[in-house]
C-alpha cells in the first residue's frame, strides 16, 4: 500500500501525464503496479520509483512503461453488439451512401482508445461486410497511450475471450487457429484496413497530426477521466472530427456537462451517437 502523501503524489503524477485520476479506493491497484516498475527497476522503495520519474530520460523511456501498468485494457471484439448493430444500420450505411452520392469515396474512422485492437478491428471486420462500402477507400486509425496494448493490436493474435462474439462467418474467413496456443490469428485483409500510434487523447499537438475523421469511437475510455480532463480530450475530438461526422461513446459515459462541445444526435440514440454542438453554443 501507498501512503496517502505517496498516493496522492503518484496519483497527480499519472493525472498530469495521461489525464487518467485515480480515486483513493485504487490505493492497492496503484500500488501493485508502481511495485512492478519497482522491481523491474531494481529500486528498493516507492519513493525512489518516483525520483526515477524525474530523470529527464524518464519522459521517453519510462513513461511509456507506467502507462502500460496503469491503464485498463478490458476490451473484446463485436463488444455491445445492440450498439454497434445501431450503428451499422442507422449510421455507417447511410453515411456510405450520401458519401457515395456526393462523389466521396475515402471514410476515415478513428478508434481512440484502440487498446488491443478488438474495436479498430471489429469495425473493419462490419465495413468490409458491407456492399455498401464496397469501392470505398476505408482508413481506420487506432490509437492508445498503451504501447504494450498496441504492441498486441499490431500483431493481431488474440486469446478466445476476445473474438468469443464475432459471428462465426467472419471467424471462418478472416481467423486462423492456433491449436498449439490455443489463439487466434487475424488476417493480413483486415490487419490491412488498420494502422495503430501511440497518442494521449489529451495531447492537442499529437491529436492535430491525425488529420480529420468521418467517424470516432471513444468508448468506455472517459469515465476514467475527471471534468478538466475529458473537456480537454472532447474538444481535441472534437477539432479531429469533420463538422458533418460523428462520435460514437459508450453505453456507461456521460458527457452531459460537455454538451457545449458535442450533442446527443436524438436520432440516433441506440447508436449513442453524437454530433458536433453549434459554434459558440454556450457552456451552461
Known amino acids: 500500500m501507498l501512503t496517502d502523501a505517496q498516493f496522492?503524489?503518484?496519483s497527480t503524477f499519472i493525472y498530469e501525464i495521461s489525464g487518467i485520476r485515480f480515486q483513493s479506493n485504487k490505493n492497492?491497484?496503484?500500488a501493485s503496479k508502481l511495485q512492478n516498475r519497482c522491481t523491474a527497476l531494481n529500486l528498493p522503495n516507492f519513493d525512489a520509483y518516483y525520483d526515477y520519474l524525474q530523470k529527464p530520460s524518464?519522459?521517453?523511456?519510462?513513461y511509456p512503461k507506467l502507462m502500460d501498468e496503469v491503464t485498463i485494457n478490458e476490451t473484446f471484439f463485436f463488444r455491445n453488439q445492440p450498439q454497434l448493430d445501431a450503428f451499422e444500420q442507422d449510421i455507417l450505411k447511410p453515411?456510405?451512401?450520401d458519401m457515395k452520392a456526393k462523389g466521396q469515396n475515402r471514410l476515415r474512422v478513428w478508434s481512440c482508445a484502440a487498446s488491443t485492437g478488438d474495436e479498430a478491428y471489429?469495425?473493419?471486420l462490419q465495413l468490409i461486410s458491407l456492399p455498401?462500402?464496397?469501392g470505398m477507400a476505408i482508413e481506420i486509425v487506432g490509437t492508445d497511450i498503451c504501447r504494450k496494448a498496441l504492441e498486441t493490436a499490431r500483431n493481431g493474435v488474440y486469446k478466445p475471450y476476445a473474438v468469443r462474439n464475432i459471428p462465426q462467418d467472419l471467424m471462418q474467413k478472416y481467423f486462423t487457429h492456433d491449436e498449439a496456443t490455443n489463439t487466434y490469428q487475424l488476417s493480413d485483409t483486415i490487419k490491412k484496413m488498420v494502422t495503430f500510434q501511440e497518442c494521449n487523447l489529451i495531447d492537442e499537438n499529437r491529436i492535430k497530426m491525425l488529420g480529420h475523421f468521418d467517424i470516432a469511437f471513444c468508448r468506455n475510455v472517459l469515465i476514467y477521466f475527471d471534468e478538466p480532463s475529458k473537456e480537454k480530450a472532447l474538444w481535441n475530438m472534437y477539432h479531429a472530427i469533420k463538422d458533418d461526422g460523428y462520435l460514437i461513446v459508450g453505453h456507461s459515459?456521460?458527457?452531459?456537462?460537455?454538451?457545449?462541445?458535442f450533442k446527443q444526435d436524438k436520432d440516433h440514440t441506440a447508436a449513442i451517437a453524437y454530433v458536433k454542438a453549434p459554434p459558440g453554443t454556450p457552456k451552461l
Request: proline residues 0%.
Open 122 to 124: 471489429t469495425t473493419a
Open 28 to 30: 492497492y491497484f496503484v
Open 253 to 261: 459515459e456521460n458527457i452531459y456537462s460537455q454538451r457545449h462541445i
Open 132 to 134: 455498401e462500402a464496397q
Open 8 to 10: 496522492e503524489r503518484f
Open 58 to 62: 524518464s519522459k521517453l523511456e519510462e
Open 95 to 97: 453515411k456510405l451512401i
